[in-house]
Each structure stands twice: as structure tokens, then as C-alpha cells.
């Protein structure tokens, strides 16, 4: 969530083929939500990538 | 002077409690140093929200600027003054660089008469709920920081220029709020014994000390926003500062509890305010402060951005600042007029009530401000219970950012309470704002129209009501915090 102090959401992406994954996340509410993508290779090395998810509509 | 009471609106025969009589406390509130022991931190924490802001993550839930400011600031704030008192006013970090600064500068000038008085605060005031609409503050650790950066500016301008207290009086928005919701604390800082006062010779509450001649050196500074202790009533433009504690020779001013909202009941002279009822210019910051929480709260909602949309149609702008503008002249400017125009009109005509309709509305429009004030604790809260341990990973992200691993990796789950706690909370915010606001109406309808006080009370008490659903269907509506709109 672009607000300071909502609530983040967190969920678990599984391989589902080679060099792909595939995870579920629900949005809790409407707005301007950011994917935040923390990796952890198998040699150990970790990086974080950034997707931005604007404009969630609320039910 | 001396068997005048300081605030006719307390009235109870049982001593009232004294904050500076509590052992431990005592000494600590009497300490020459006390104030700045407590904007130290403020001040060191403020420079590490600029610094994080401006060259931290852009993500605002992973900012010290942005989480610290809307998050943990505003909701302290606001629980602050509903238990306490103005504390933050008290513990100001703009008040520490501003002291500083005036060691070297001296201001000779005197803030200008015609801006003596709260038209230049309201309009700042609704300034800044326009700003965080328009550059979406709460997304935005670089704007979060220029902001506070702008506020120290700004004061060491104002009060670099002008004498005395100027800008905490006439320009700090954040100063107004404060002013404004502790009318409805349940702490004072106030005259001990009148008596006391009525003997006293130096006046050394406003007038200060200074050391002997041929210096005449302030060595105790009185009261900088002109609130002459034995007058004083209620808590407006009081920044609990303690001047005026540490100046008294008796030992005669407390900070002494009293009926929450009591203050707004009665119209005496007040000390460097004069009659409420009187200030136009206080009952539209008032008028801010009530229908102003509304509109901030409305802003994070899933209906404004329906609402905004089709202003935008008609208008044929995809641009954010004039729909802004619409909606804040019409939530800001129009419906308060009307609502708060036929209440007084019906106060008038119905109630049977002396005064015209202006001065009628004048004096009606204190009354809405503990609902305003609910409404505000019921927004703030929401955000400073439901984030209150991400300041935690926040505070570990900034620090591993550095190097420094001493504090581990950033906990990114650490939340806070969870909603099922925070929304009955809400709503018993809201409906002690009600309860207040229906008190103090009530009572200035008994003082207001002796043959009929119902009558005078009932549009006032309409009004109330609609606020209160508004505000209630607000807090049940999807939320939507959208930092940008109208594109494509």
C-alpha cells in the first residue's frame, strides 16, 4: 500500500516451471498497491525487484 | 480581579487535580531546562525524517518521514490532547531551532495589526489539507520531508522577523489544531489562587523577568502569546510552554484538570483572545477544524474518486488541483455556510433567540468542534493503532541502510492492533465527540434562549447528527488510497 502504516500483505510465490512462479495475493482494500519481490537464489544470492500495482479498485 | 475565577466554566467545589503536584513530576516541570530536554529528541528525530525522506527509500511504508509524520505523529497527537493536554506544542522541535536562532537574531518588528488574528492560520491550515490531497503526502517521503523542512523555514522567517510568539499564534497550522482540540482536554495550565494573583505586584507571568540595570537582560521570558495568567481561560493559543510557571514568584500556576470542553460553553473576555463569540475569525478555523476532518477523511475513500471523476467530466480537466478546489470550496466553504446558516437561522426564528444569524452562527459553530475532534481521533487513530509497530522494521530498514546491522533485518510483518480492535474504538471516538458536542451546544442553547432552549438547541443538535452519520458512513466506506487519479 503507497500509505505509511496500512497493512501489508504477504504471500509465497512457487515454482511452477522452469524460472517461473506463480504466487496469489488478495488487496485488502482499493488504492495504489506496491508488489515488493524479495529473492533468494540458489547459490544463495538475494536481490528485491519492484512492481507497482496502481489505481486497485475497491469492491 | 482577585474573586474572579479563572474559568467560569469549572464550577466544581472538589480541588482540581494538579499534574505539577505529582511527586517526581513536580521537579521535572519546575526544571529552567525542561522544555528543551523534551525537543531534543523531537529535533533529533525531525532532522532523521528530513534526512530519510529526502535520501531514503522512495517507498513511503519503508520511510521514517512518511510512517513517522502520518502514521505515529498524528496519532500521538491526537491521544495526547484527549488524555492529557497540548504537550506537543510543548515538546516543539521548531521552538528549540527557533530559540537558538535568536540568540544571534534579535526581531525588532511587531507582527502587523491586521494580521492579528486566525484568517492567516485557517487559510494555512486548509493550505495543508490541500496539499496533502494534491501532492498525496502520505505517498511521498520527498514532499513529507520538504514539508518539514519548509515548516523550520518558516518559522525561523516569522519569528526571525517578528517579536514575541508570532508565528505559534497567527501562522502554525499544526499550532491551531492543537489550540483548537485541546478545548476539549481535560488538562489547563492555570492559576492556582486568584487571590494570589490579585495581591501579586510584578505580573511576572506576562511581563517575564529581566536582571538588574543597567542590563536588563531577560532572564525568564513571560507569556509570548499574550495570555495574562488571572484572565486566562481554557486552553486557546496555549502551548503549555511553562513560561508562565517558571516567571510566577508564587508558585501559582498548575496544570490543573477541568471539565473537558467545558471552556466552550462560556463567552467571558478571555486573556489575548477576547469573547468567542465575537472572533469570526476563530469560528471559521473552527469551521476548518469540524468539517475539515470530514474532507481528509473523505480523501482516503473509495466514493471520493467517484466524485472526483465526474467533477473532472464536468469540468473537462484531467487535472487534480481544480477538482480539489471544487470540493474543498464545497465541503469547506458551501455546506458549512448552508448547514451552519439554516441552524442559526432556525435558532432565531424558532428558539427565539436575540442575535442575528452571524453572530448566532459565530458563537454555534464552538460547539461542533468536540465532534470535529472525534472525527479527527477517529481517522488519526485508525493509522497510528493499525501501524503502530511498523515503525520498527521502518526504523530497521533505515539503519541497515547505513551499514549497521546491529538492529537485524527490517521484521516486515511487526503491524499493529488489528481492526477488529481499532473500528469499535472508532466509532466510540466518534460518538464522545457527539456526546460533547451535544453538551456544549446544549448548554449555550440554556444560556442563549432562557424561554425556549430546546428550540435553540434542536438545529444545532441536526447538525450534529448529520455530521455524525457522515462521519460513520465514511468509516464504513471500502478504503482507497489512491496517490494519483484522473490519468488516461
Not at chain 2, 477517529?378 to 538492529?407: E, K
Amino acid at each position: 500500500m503507497s500509505h505509511a502504516g496500512m497493512s501489508p500483505l504477504f504471500g509465497e510465490a512457487k515454482e511452477v516451471g522452469a524460472g517461473q512462479y506463480q504466487g496469489r495475493l488478495e488487496f485488502a482494500m482499493g488504492g495504489d498497491w506496491i508488489i515488493l519481490m524479495h529473492v533468494t537464489l540458489s547459490d544463495g544470492e538475494k536481490f528485491d525487484r519492484q512492481e507497482n500495482v496502481p489505481g486497485v479498485a475497491a469492491n | 480581579m482577585s474573586d474572579q475565577p479563572s474559568n467560569p466554566a469549572v464550577t466544581s467545589d472538589l480541588p482540581p487535580f494538579d499534574l505539577m503536584l505529582v511527586p517526581g513530576l513536580a521537579r521535572l516541570f519546575h526544571w529552567r531546562h525542561f522544555r528543551t530536554f523534551l525537543q531534543i529528541p523531537l529535533l533529533i528525530v525531525s532532522v532523521v525524517m528530513i534526512l530519510d525522506g529526502l535520501f531514503g527509500p522512495s517507498l513511503a511504508p519503508k520511510n521514517l518521514a512518511t510512517t513517522l509524520s502520518w502514521v505515529h505523529f498524528r496519532g500521538a497527537l491526537v491521544l495526547v490532547l484527549l488524555c492529557a493536554g497540548n504537550f506537543f506544542c510543548l515538546a516543539c522541535p521548531f521552538m528549540l531551532v527557533r530559540n537558538v536562532a535568536r540568540r544571534f537574531f534579535r526581531p525588532h518588528l511587531n507582527w502587523p495589526q491586521k494580521l492579528r488574528n486566525k484568517w492567516l492560520s485557517a487559510g494555512l491550515f486548509v493550505l495543508i489539507l490541500f496539499c496533502y490531497e494534491e501532492f498525496s503526502l502520505w505517498s511521498s517521503p520527498w514532499w513529507t520531508a520538504w514539508l518539514i523542512v519548509g515548516y523550520f523555514l518558516t518559522v525561523l522567517a516569522v519569528d526571525g522577523l517578528f517579536k514575541h510568539a508570532s508565528f505559534c499564534k497567527y501562522v502554525c497550522p499544526i499550532g491551531q489544531f492543537n489550540f483548537l482540540a485541546s478545548t476539549v482536554s481535560p488538562l489547563e495550565v492555570k492559576v492556582r489562587d486568584q487571590d494570589v494573583c490579585g495581591r501579586c505586584g510584578t505580573k511576572d507571568c506576562i511581563r517575564g523577568r529581566r536582571s538588574a540595570e543597567p542590563d536588563l537582560v531577560v532572564i525568564q521570558r513571560g507569556c509570548e502569546l499574550a495570555l495574562f495568567q488571572p484572565l486566562k481561560v481554557g486552553n486557546m493559543d496555549c502551548t503549555f510552554c511553562l513560561d508562565c510557571v517558571h516567571a510566577c514568584p508564587h508558585d501559582n500556576i498548575g496544570i490543573l484538570s477541568r471539565i473537558p470542553a467545558s471552556e466552550l460553553t462560556v463567552d467571558p473576555r478571555r486573556s489575548g483572545i477576547g469573547r468567542f463569540s465575537q472572533r469570526k475569525d476563530l469560528a471559521a478555523l473552527a469551521i476548518v477544524f469540524s468539517f475539515g476532518a470530514l474532507m481528509n477523511a473523505f480523501g482516503m475513500v473509495s466514493p471520493v474518486y467517484a466524485v472526483e471523476g465526474w467533477l473532472a467530466r464536468i469540468l473537462h480537466v484531467t487535472n487534480k488541483a481544480p477538482v480539489l478546489a471544487v470540493l474543498f470550496a464545497a465541503l469547506l466553504i458551501v455546506e458549512p455556510a448552508l448547514l451552519l446558516g439554516m441552524a442559526a437561522g432556525a435558532t432565531r426564528v424558532w428558539g427565539g433567540s436575540q442575535r442575528a444569524v452571524l453572530p448566532l452562527a459565530v458563537r454555534y459553530t464552538y460547539g461542533l468542534v468536540p465532534l470535529g475532534f472525534g472525527m479527527w481521533l477517529a481517522h488519526y487513530s485508525f493509522h497510528f493503532l493499525t501501524g503502530l509497530y511498523t515503525v520498527i522494521p521502518v526504523t530497521q530498514n533505515a539503519v541497515a541502510s547505513l551499514g549497521w546491522t546491529f538492529l537485524g533485518d527490517p521484521r516486515w510483518t511487526y503491524l499493529g492492533v488489528p481492526m477488529r480492535i481499532v473500528q469499535p474504538l472508532q466509532i466510540g471516538f466518534l460518538v464522545l465527540g457527539l456526546m460533547g458536542s451535544l453538551s456544549v451546544i446544549h448548554r449555550m442553547a440554556q444560556d442563549d434562549s432562557a424561554e425556549h432552549p430546546m428550540r435553540a438547541f434542536i438545529p444545532w443538535a441536526a447538525v450534529s447528527a448529520l455530521l455524525f452519520a457522515a462521519a460513520v458512513w465514511l468509516m464504513f466506506q471500502p478504503m482507497d488510497m489512491r496517490g494519483t487519479f484522473l490519468a488516461g
